[in-house]
């Protein structure tokens, strides 16, 4: 999973993570999350925030389902193939499941 921030994301208040960050973690089989992105040795929180680019598959299926009633304000990368089918998908699965929030 990777993302891009659009804009900066403030983690607590020391840590900002700066606009341009690409976060990456890992996705199960299921499409959740099975570790979430780090920003040096902290866990980013989950869910994304809705400002970041999905830049896979993965990230954009996530923000599709953390953000069910927003999908007009989501940006998706170049490398997503078919956003209409993702969509399609996503609101089939239904509600997120309690795994894709940090582990």
């Known amino acids: 999973m990777k993302w891009q921030l659009d804009e900066e994301f403030r983690m607590g208040p020391m840590a900002i993570i700066p606009a ?35 830049l896979d598959e993965e ?4 923000m599709l389902r953390w953000y069910p009633e927003q999908w007009d304000r989501l940006a998706f990368g170049p490398g997503i193939g078919d956003v209409e089918a993702l969509k399609a998908k996503a609101k089939a699965a239904g509600p997120r499941g309690e795994r894709m929030v940090n582990p």
């Open 20 to 54: 341009g960050t690409i976060l990456s973690g890992l996705a199960g089989r299921d499409g959740e999350v099975r570790e979430a992105p780090m920003w040096g040795s902290q866990i980013v929180p989950i869910p994304i925030p809705i400002s970041a680019r999905a």
């Open 59 to 62: 990230s954009a299926w996530l």
